[in-house]
């Protein structure tokens, strides 16, 4: 049974933001200041990335935990004993299934995307530019251009 009652929880899910969220905020900041410019979720792209790179045509992904199913096979497991579980199930599953979806989309397109966990970002941010660096450095490296 859920602890809150059906109002506070439609407010409490309301409130989750799709854009802007903290981790997003946090990794723009730490890309900024290392020199990357980027464009925030870029309409025209399958997704609409949350950071894109457009010089590189990387497309980056900020995903949280819980709906982008980290460790999906204890999740589910734990999902299956709680409240609402065919609902959060089924949800999570989709949006599994739409992440793979959506990487596939991108790559046809000759994107590179990068998918971080949002506990990856929080506490270990500047190893998430680093991996954002390495792959800007491999991508000049196959265009043969290296650093100029």
């Not at 045509?57 to 980290?70: P, R, T």
Request: aromatic residues 10%; positive net charge; glycine residues 6%.
């Amino acid at each position: 049974m859920d602890v809150m009652t059906r109002e506070q929880r439609r407010k409490n899910m309301q409130h989750i933001r799709s854009r802007d969220t903290r981790i997003e905020v946090l990794l723009r900041k730490a890309l900024w200041a290392r020199g990357h410019r980027y464009r925030k979720n870029v309409k025209g792209l399958p997704g609409q990335p949350d950071i894109v790179l457009t010089k590189h045509k990387i497309a980056i992904f900020c995903d949280g935990e819980f709906f982008h199913g980290k460790d999906w096979e204890v999740l589910r497991v734990r999902l299956e004993n709680s409240n609402n579980s065919d609902f959060w199930i089924s949800k999570i599953s989709r949006n599994r299934q739409r992440d793979d979806e959506i990487n596939k989309k991108l790559l046809f397109m000759g994107w590179t995307v990068i998918r971080f966990w949002g506990d990856e970002i929080k506490k270990h941010t500047d190893e998430c530019v680093k991996v954002v660096e390495e792959v800007i450095w491999e991508l000049k490296m196959e265009e043969g251009n290296g650093f100029e």
